[in-house]
């Protein structure tokens, strides 16, 4: 699968910020405030002058006027840390629904370089996989563009594990961005409790395919799961196949409302959809990017 | 119960098999397609549902059964066609004959035609006749199909036949035949063994008909000839009838007309040679119950005239005579200047006192022939014959014999056919009727005989003429089967399809589909034939032979026009159809 995007896509990507619901501490200066005051450009306030503090940040002008010895505070920006978890089970393996997947990821991979941020980007299956640091800059896409290319579907999920080998790395906090079907035999809330639970802020981009949401009126078929391998023989009859819909549709609503229970982002991004509509208006209407 | 074609235990085992075929087909586990999902989590969670079945997902699993058997069976009951057996002993063979004068197209007052109540009721009577051979026929046709205990054979005979004319027919038969049923409207009247049981289906119906049209030599000197129509009204009631006459393109009448009940016009119209030959007649009048009969046509000879090239060194009273005959344009060459080509556009050639040393391919009119190969046979003279007898030949239509003088005569050989002789025997007029070539030979000359003062020579040679190049010219024929002689090589219908011609003997019997003008080909002759009804017979649809206690018994109700098994295969089509569709949508299984 190609991943380049048109030159005017990324232009119209390189406007968008990645949203973080709080700020975190970050490594570099980068173009995001911290909470933290530093060196930056912004004036944000005048504090007593200590011994040891730079010279160089004493207000002169406050000290004639007040006769005080004050320093000049300003604001830290600093980057984001970004955590791009990318579901690569077999669940995914349907071609229009992985390839949605890697370029929503190179999309925000996009956006985040643009903006100095920290990517960290982390394929998993069953296991957590190798994490890649592609590094900062936008000239660095082309790396995050081979890299998702070489993601191959494959292994069961289980994001419990999953995020638990995660949490097992020590980790500044930051965004943790969740891409996946969230079909996990294992359930999906224990993982991402984990991952709320180390303190990132966690944003859920559910991928789902037509022939996840609608199975069709197949009659005798015999459905093989492609995780587990486990067959079973179904007459999908219409009220069986309705069944199935609500079922799907009802997972999609338990997935979105145990997001807003625990505060954490949820968009949908069906892979039928026009990738750049999911983009440019999905993520903004979900107030992930900005 | 009895069987279309086989034995009852064989229709029984046809039955058993394809109900227990379908059946077993029906439970045949077939492999299910392999679906790869992306996880059956939600399959799991929508199976270990405990939902509750409808009741059509109860029972729709029997009623697919239910169909697919019915379908098989459907089918197999139209193959082995059960039906009542009329009658425990054989009746022997039924011969059907269908009347197929024109008369029976006419339309009956409840809806249909006499044509299609007439094989409704065949139809029924060869269902009931239950295993005995049935063979249907035509008055037109003859024996059409059987005798046969098939009864899809003399289900699909019935379905092709159509009325066809053929009132002067012979009567079908059919050997080894116990009984004959007739079904007819009794328009033609027709001699029948009194053992022949009638089924009528006449209903008296208003009719406007032309019966006759045909051109015919003018009363008058002004003109000469004229078109004579005959139009009827066989109702009960005075009818607005339209008449149309119309010669090519042209319209030459056309007026409304009032006809009283039983009234018949006769309409006369001077016709002048310079125009079209083709002469139509129509008359459209509402509520007319017989269509074939509205329209009339005829040929008007004047109007195409003959191209006669004369071969002659001295054609004398031969050119004067032809210059005075209507209908015929003479040209002259010396037999010096003679060759095939040089004749080719001429409908006849004369030859007189002369001869061809090969056979002319044009008609030709040989006058006192001189020795040529191709007339083999001794010829020999005869000084003052006589000749009595003028015999019934069409060359010889009105020609009187005793008023002809002849100094001598020679024989005109062997290879034609004679058509009179002198007394001595000598042939004096020969005739060649064959597909090759078209001749006629007087064994004498105009300057040998006073042929040309005799009131027998404006008639023999236009006869001759006109037998040569328009031999079936004065024929009238009807719509229908008709026997013509052998030496006919092509006819058109006037749309221009060749018909196909059958050999019967040394005759061609061919059926002319519908009124119309046909060309005839005949060697190297061509005639217009005027095909018409013209038969009051036929168009008095009010009339019948047929005996009033017979035709009281004409049944209004007509049987089923179809034979069930038919039902029985749209049945099975349907449900296939059905249980089809209704499985690609998974509302059966």
Request: net charge negative; hydrophobic share 45%; with cysteine.
């Amino acid at each position: 699968m190609a991943l380049r995007f048109e030159d005017d896509f990324l232009k119209k990507l390189e406007y968008l910020h990645v949203v973080s619901r709080r700020s975190f501490a970050g490594q570099n200066r980068a173009d995001r405030l911290a909470r933290k005051r530093g060196r930056g450009l912004e004036f944000a306030d005048h504090r007593g002058y200590s011994p040891g503090d730079d010279f160089r940040h004493i207000d002169w002008k406050a000290y004639r006027r007040l006769n005080r010895l004050l320093l000049r505070l300003f604001d830290e920006e600093q980057d984001l840390p970004i955590y791009l978890f990318v579901d690569t089970s077999r669940s995914m393996s349907e071609p229009v629904k992985f390839d949605q997947a890697r370029r929503v990821a190179a999309a925000l991979c996009y956006i985040g370089l643009a903006h100095l941020d920290r990517i960290t980007i982390l394929p998993f299956d069953g296991r957590l996989g190798q994490e890649n640091v592609p590094g900062r800059g936008k000239g660095r896409i082309f790396r995050v563009f081979e890299l998702l290319e070489r993601l191959e579907s494959g292994g069961d999920t289980d994001l419990r594990e999953t995020f638990k080998q995660f949490a097992g790395r020590t980790r500044q906090q930051g965004l943790a961005v969740v891409i996946s079907d969230f079909l996990d035999p294992h359930g999906f809330e224990p993982g991402l409790k984990t991952l709320s639970a180390m303190g990132h802020d966690v944003f859920v981009v559910h991928v789902a395919s037509q022939a996840d949401r609608d199975p069709g009126a197949l009659g005798e078929a015999r459905f093989v799961d492609l995780e587990t391998g486990e067959r079973r023989d179904i007459e999908v009859t219409p009220a069986l196949a309705e069944a199935y819909r609500e079922a799907w549709n009802e997972h999609a609503s338990e997935l979105e409302r145990f997001c807003g229970r625990y505060d954490l982002g949820y968009v949908r991004a069906d892979a039928e959809e026009p990738f750049e509509d999911i983009v440019l208006k999905t993520f903004r209407k979900g107030r992930f990017l900005a | 119960m009895s069987f279309g074609a086989m034995a009852a235990w064989q229709a029984a085992l046809l039955l058993l098999a394809a109900g227990g075929a379908a059946a077993a087909l029906f439970y045949l586990k077939v492999r299910p397609p392999r679906v790869h999902v992306a996880s059956l989590l939600l399959w799991r969670r929508v199976l270990d549902q405990r939902r509750e079945l409808t009741w059509w997902e109860r029972v729709r699993r029997a009623v697919s059964l239910a169909a697919t058997v019915l379908v098989a069976v459907a089918l197999a009951l139209a193959v082995a066609r059960p039906g009542p057996r009329a009658a425990a002993a054989s009746r022997g063979r039924l011969l059907i004959v269908l009347d197929s004068s024109w008369s029976m197209t006419a339309r009956l007052p409840g809806g249909g035609t006499r044509w299609e109540r007439a094989v409704a009721q065949a139809r029924a009577l060869a269902a009931s006749a239950a295993g005995d051979p049935v063979a249907v026929a035509t008055t037109a046709d003859g024996l059409v199909e059987g005798p046969t205990t098939d009864s899809a054979l003399i289900e699909t005979a019935l379905g092709t036949l159509s009325p066809a004319g053929g009132e002067g027919t012979a009567w079908p038969r059919a050997g080894g035949t116990d009984r004959v049923h007739f079904f007819t409207d009794g328009a033609v009247g027709r001699p029948l063994d009194p053992d022949v049981i009638i089924h009528a289906v006449h209903a008296p119906a208003p009719n406007v008909a032309i019966t006759a049209f045909a051109v015919r030599p003018a009363a008058t000197p002004d003109t000469p000839a004229e078109a004579y129509l005959e139009i009827d009204n066989y109702s009960d009631e005075a009818r607005e009838v339209r008449v149309t006459v119309s010669r090519g393109t042209a319209v030459v009448f056309d007026e409304p007309v009032t006809m009283a009940p039983g009234e018949a016009i006769r309409q006369v119209m001077p016709l002048d040679p310079a125009g079209d030959a083709r002469l139509r007649a129509r008359v459209s009048s509402e509520g007319d119950a017989l269509a074939i009969d509205d329209e009339a046509v005829a040929w008007f000879v004047e109007a195409d005239p003959l191209d006669v090239a004369v071969v002659s060194a001295d054609p004398g009273a031969l050119a004067l005579l032809l210059e005075r005959t209507p209908g015929a344009r003479a040209s002259y060459l010396a037999p010096a200047g003679y060759a095939p080509d040089a004749v080719a556009a001429a409908d006849v050639v004369v030859f007189d006192r002369w001869a061809p040393p090969q056979a002319p391919e044009r008609p030709a009119l040989l006058i006192a022939p001189s020795d040529v190969p191709w007339l083999t046979g001794d010829r020999p003279a005869e000084l003052q014959p006589r000749w009595t007898d003028a015999g019934n030949h069409p060359v010889l239509g009105g020609v009187d014999p005793l008023s002809l003088d002849i100094v001598t005569a020679r024989d005109v050989g062997d290879a034609l056919d004679i058509v009179a002789r002198s007394a001595a025997g000598t042939a004096l007029v020969g005739v060649a009727d064959e597909r090759a070539r078209r001749l006629v030979a007087f064994g004498f000359s105009l300057p040998d005989s006073n042929l040309a003062f005799s009131p027998a020579f404006p008639v023999l040679v236009p006869n001759a003429l006109e037998w040569l190049a328009r031999p079936w010219l004065s024929t009238v024929r009807r719509p229908g089967p008709v026997l013509l002689p052998g030496s006919v090589t092509r006819i058109v219908t006037p749309e221009g399809r060749p018909l196909a011609l059958r050999q019967a003997g040394d005759q061609v019997l061919v059926t002319l589909p519908a009124p119309g003008l046909y060309l005839v080909e005949s060697g190297a002759a061509r005639s217009v034939i005027a095909v018409n009804v013209g038969d009051p017979d036929v168009s008095n649809l009010s009339q019948s032979h047929l005996d009033e206690s017979v035709r009281a018994a004409a049944s209004g109700n007509v049987p089923g026009g179809r034979p069930w098994w038919l039902y029985a295969v749209a049945l099975a089509f349907v449900l296939a159809a059905v249980e089809w569709g209704t499985w690609l949508r998974r509302v059966t299984v």
